[in-house]
Each structure stands twice: as structure tokens, then as C-alpha cells.
């Protein structure tokens, strides 16, 4: 693997004729708006691009995508993954036919575990589209409305509506290059899409869940289990899930928070969130996962007992290096 920089990364891109871009299992705002962002780019200069996942992308993230698609095929010169840090992340349908296969990756993850011949990563980067706006000012490219839309869609995802600490001065720079640009993309209604509004039926949920928080660490660790037979009960698809990694944190006290998701084949799917001090990054890496230093996750099998006291032993083991 060779690191490579913003302006190395823009080079690669405008060499190539044609291109894959991969993006993760259970894509999310910003690997969405980067992997499109990236195909309106390359369209743009006459090449081919086609963006792929192995799930659906869920129906809230279609204003990113192209009106009219045209599924033409053909054999790309580059394949480049964005906003995935393990290659196990593309899940099982992109894995059987692109595993090793990644020319170029990038990335904003600092767990990013070098699968791909080329690595362009900023680990200080909010979003892997802060980091794909970076090389396009090294491309000429114009950035279009509908590249901002899917810029201002990823970076306001990663960072909890601007929230986080990953929302640094050129963040938000950006952010106001696009709206400079673009007055009249609707922002307002972007945020209240991706952060207010869920179904009844995940609304009815987060009740139960609440009704469900274990407290354990004398508070400093807040946990729920969302298992399979409640997302049937409410009728929950995986996408319906989103966000809820944050929802223990919001517990007074918490400084990790667990939410553990039971997945079909009984194993749990752990996304872990820090309030302040501790790094779930490297608590997840522990169990063979990773992430960033506030939000992280991993995989987890056995029976929900035995996944929760292998988590709390974890996060014991996490919090004393704190
Ligand atoms: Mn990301």
C-alpha cells in the first residue's frame, strides 16, 4: 500500500477512462455523497463511473443519486473505494467480486487498514467528503449543485449536524463554500430529513428502548440491545436504524455508550460512542473492529449474555487506559 496525497489522488482520477466506486455495507450519508460526488466528477470529464454497494441505499439518500441511471456496463481502469476503512466493510456481494481488487482508496478513518494499492486518508478529515472536496479542487471539475447537495449531505451526516469534534474551521469553510455557491439547495430541509424525521414504527421503537437502557460501570456505561424479534414487532429495517448508535449516550453519566443490533444470523452487530475521554476506536479494535476515537464498531457472536459481558469487559479494559 502507498500512501498517496490530495493532489497525487487527483492525478490517479483524472488519468483513468473509466471507474468503480465502491461504497459500504449499510451506506450512510457520507459514503453516499462521496461515492456520488465522485461519479458526477468523472462524468463530467468524459469518463465512465458507476457507483456500487452490496445493500439498497435507503430511500431518504435517493436525491443524491442521478435521475435517470443507465446501467451500461463496462470494465473499469480504476477501482476506488471511499469512506470504507476495512475492506470486510464492502459486505459479502461486493467482497466476492472486488476482494484485493481496490486500486485506490479514500478515506477518513485513522483505523483504515491499507486493503487498497493507493491510500489518499486524512484522519482529521470530518467526512470522507471533506476529503474527496479536497481533490476535486485539485481536478477541473465545476462543482455542480448536485455535487454540493451530496458534499453538504455526507459532511453534515458524519458530524451529528455539525456536533461533533470533528467539525473543524475548514469543515465548515467548505460548507460555506457550497452555500455560497449553491443558495438554493435546501439545507434546512436536508438536516431535518437526516436528523428529525423517522418512521412511526422507529419512533415507537426508540419508546421501548428507552424503557430497555442497562446501566452498568456505575453509569459510566449505558447499553441497549436492539434484537431481531423488536424490529419485526416495529416493523424496522436496518436503514430505519440510523443514528441510534448516540442514543444511550444521551444518558447523564455515560461516557460509552453500546447499542448492540442482533443480525439474522444471531451474532450482534456493536456500534460504541464516547462522550469524552475514551477511545471506542481502539476498544473496538480489541474485538477485530475499529473506527474513529468517539465512534466505532465491531462484531460480536454468542448469545446476548455472553456478547454483553465480552463488550463490558472490553469497555472496563478501554475506559482504565483513559
Ligand atoms: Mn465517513
Given amino acids: 500500500m502507498k500512501e498517496r496525497t490530495v493532489k497525487e489522488t487527483a492525478q490517479r482520477l483524472l488519468q483513468c477512462e473509466s471507474a468503480y466506486i465502491l461504497i459500504h455495507r449499510s451506506p450512510d450519508g457520507d459514503c453516499i455523497g462521496s461515492?456520488?460526488?465522485?461519479?458526477?466528477?468523472?462524468?463530467?470529464?468524459?469518463?465512465?463511473?458507476?457507483?456500487?454497494?452490496?445493500?439498497?441505499?435507503?430511500?431518504?439518500?435517493?436525491?443524491?443519486?442521478?435521475?435517470?441511471?443507465?446501467?451500461?456496463?463496462?470494465?473499469?481502469?480504476?477501482?476506488?473505494?471511499?469512506?470504507?476503512?476495512?475492506?470486510?466493510?464492502?459486505?459479502?456481494?461486493?467482497?466476492?467480486?472486488?476482494?484485493?481488487?481496490?486500486d485506490l482508496c479514500i478515506d477518513h478513518h485513522i483505523s483504515n487498514t491499507g486493503y487498497a494499492k493507493e491510500l489518499?486518508?486524512?484522519?482529521?478529515?470530518?467526512?470522507?467528503?471533506?476529503?474527496?472536496?479536497?481533490?476535486?479542487?485539485?481536478?477541473?471539475?465545476t462543482i455542480t449543485k448536485e455535487i454540493a447537495a451530496?458534499?453538504?449531505?455526507?459532511?453534515?451526516?458524519?458530524?451529528?449536524?455539525?456536533?461533533?469534534?470533528?467539525?473543524?474551521?475548514?469543515?465548515?469553510?467548505?460548507?460555506?463554500?457550497?452555500?455560497?455557491?449553491?443558495?438554493?439547495?435546501?439545507?434546512?430541509?436536508?438536516?431535518?430529513?437526516?436528523f428529525v424525521v423517522k418512521s412511526m414504527g422507529r419512533m415507537k421503537l426508540d419508546g421501548i428502548l428507552t424503557n430497555q437502557l442497562e446501566r452498568y460501570l456505575d453509569g459510566a456505561c449505558t447499553l441497549v440491545c436492539v434484537t431481531q424479534k423488536l424490529m419485526q414487532e416495529y416493523g424496522i429495517d436496518d436503514a430505519e436504524l440510523e443514528g441510534i448508535a448516540g442514543f444511550p449516550l444521551q444518558v447523564e453519566g455515560t461516557e460509552v455508550s453500546v447499542v448492540m443490533k442482533e443480525r439474522e444470523d444471531g451474532a450482534f452487530r456493536v456500534s460504541m460512542?464516547?462522550?469524552?475521554?475514551?477511545?471506542?476506536?481502539?476498544?473496538?479494535?480489541?474485538?477485530?473492529?475499529?473506527?474513529?476515537?468517539?465512534?466505532?464498531?465491531?462484531?460480536?457472536?454468542?448469545?446476548?449474555?455472553?456478547?454483553?459481558?465480552?463488550?463490558?469487559?472490553?469497555?472496563?479494559?478501554?475506559?482504565?487506559?483513559?
Avoid: W
Fill in 35 to 102: 461515492g456520488y460526488t465522485l461519479l458526477y466528477a468523472l462524468r463530467s470529464l468524459g469518463k465512465k463511473a458507476r457507483v456500487l454497494c452490496s445493500d439498497a441505499i435507503p430511500e431518504r439518500y435517493h436525491f443524491m443519486l442521478p435521475e435517470a441511471e443507465t446501467l451500461e456496463m463496462f470494465y473499469p481502469d480504476l477501482i476506488v473505494s471511499v469512506d470504507v476503512a476495512d475492506e470486510k466493510l464492502l459486505g459479502d456481494s461486493l467482497l466476492e467480486e472486488y476482494e484485493g481488487r481496490t
Fill in 120 to 141: 489518499c486518508l486524512d484522519g482529521k478529515a470530518a467526512a470522507a467528503c471533506q476529503v474527496v472536496y479536497e481533490i476535486l479542487r485539485e481536478m477541473p471539475v
Fill in 150 to 194: 451530496c458534499l453538504y449531505t455526507g459532511m453534515a451526516t458524519d458530524t451529528g449536524c455539525f456536533m461533533y469534534d470533528n467539525v473543524g474551521p475548514r469543515t465548515l469553510h467548505i460548507i460555506a463554500e457550497l452555500m455560497e455557491a449553491h443558495p438554493d439547495i435546501p439545507y434546512a430541509s436536508i438536516n431535518r430529513q437526516m
Fill in 273 to 322: 460512542r464516547s462522550a469524552d475521554r475514551v477511545n471506542v476506536s481502539a476498544i473496538c479494535q480489541t474485538l477485530g473492529g475499529g473506527g474513529h476515537v468517539k465512534a466505532a464498531g465491531c462484531t460480536v457472536s454468542g448469545t446476548a449474555e455472553e456478547a454483553k459481558r465480552i463488550l463490558l469487559d472490553a469497555v472496563t479494559k478501554g475506559m482504565a487506559k483513559a
